[in-house]
């Protein structure tokens, strides 16, 4: 496809599938039978204009968006609407996550020039939300904390009315440093995706921790409080319906005002298994549950992605937050 993500054309620095988990405790996973996809979860392909124009800036702002490089189920609808969720730091994540198509290398150093590059893109789309996030980055001293703040920094002096959410990496053993530098910018909306319950984080998730993931929304919550807080859950890696509430209460617990619930779909070959397809009633369900344990907002349902349609998710949050200042 033009304009497709030069990533995908290098597999020897840009690991995926089953090269990316080759030493990951799951990695050689049995497939077992092969689950059939329901209807609900069938995307029928749309050809827009718009989604090679997109595609066609992006590769001429050197830019990278973690719709593209981990394959989002939404990327047509999404980049139609003329959005996306811009990935910074590179396209090279140092984890080996067995959800996640993002690619597995070793990282170039940060790009200076990159928040500039962002902030001319998104003024040029006009756009009055934009959703940042970024591969891990265990390299770096503050696991990239003053890369989001400089990209928050150029979007603002070129879109000063445009609302920033950010998605963050875990910032392993560098939450503190990370949060210092994300003080010199503040976003409107801090993200950062508990994705499973704990029993499975050692096959899911390798190299991060449940209870530190937690920790890092308590302590944003603390620093910035009139900051909304937002996580993300993907469901059918093999959890247990209670599991998930049990992860939904100890997110209210750590103070999280919005939740996102989505169906894990498998990637490619050599990542995780589907283990369950979730029906539309068990997400109105989650949802109705979530509402009832006091989350500001809940987005739950097979497509949910945490930055789909995230303005709209967010609105009525910030509104009330602005309200209770006032």
């Not at 902030?119 to 503050?142: F, K």
Request: glycine share 6%.
């Amino acid at each position: 496809m033009e304009y497709t993500v030069s990533s995908r054309a290098s597999p020897d620095t840009h690991r995926r599938g089953a090269h990316k988990l080759i030493r990951a405790r799951s990695a050689g996973v049995a497939d077992n039978a092969r689950l059939v996809k329901p209807r609900w979860l069938r995307i029928r392909p749309v050809s827009n204009p718009r989604v090679r124009s997109l595609r066609r800036l992006l590769r001429e702002s050197r830019l990278h968006t973690v719709c593209e490089e981990a394959k989002c189920p939404n990327l047509n609808e999404c980049f139609s609407r003329g959005t996306a969720t811009f990935m910074i730091l590179g396209d090279r994540c140092t984890r080996r996550c067995a959800f996640c198509d993002v690619a597995h290398g070793r990282p170039l150093p940060p790009d200076p020039l990159e928040p500039g590059r962002l902030a001319r893109l998104i003024a040029r789309l006009s756009l009055s939300w934009v959703v940042i996030t970024s591969v891990d980055r265990d390299d770096l001293d503050d696991g990239g904390g003053a890369h989001f703040a400089a990209c928050i920094g150029e979007i603002r002096a070129l879109s000063p009315a445009l609302r920033v959410e950010i998605l963050v990496p875990d910032f392993r053993k560098r939450v503190q440093r990370a949060l210092d530098a994300l003080a010199q910018a503040p976003c409107d909306v801090f993200g950062h995706n508990i994705e499973t319950v704990p029993a499975l984080y050692r096959e899911i998730r390798a190299g991060a921790d449940y209870r530190a993931s937690l920790e890092l929304l308590l302590e944003h919550k603390r620093r910035f409080p009139a900051i909304p807080t937002k996580s993300g859950l993907m469901l059918g890696l093999g959890e247990t319906p209670e599991e998930v509430r049990a992860v939904m209460r100890d997110l209210r617990r750590h103070r999280v005002d919005m939740l996102t619930i989505g169906q894990y779909l498998r990637p490619a070959e050599g990542y995780w298994p589907v283990r369950r397809y979730v029906s539309p009633g068990d997400f109105e369900r989650l949802a109705a549950a979530g509402r009832a344990m006091g989350f500001a907002h809940i987005a739950a349902g097979p497509l949910v992605r945490s930055s789909y349609h995230a303005d709209l998710q967010a609105a009525a949050v910030i509104a009330a937050a602005n309200n209770t200042r006032a």
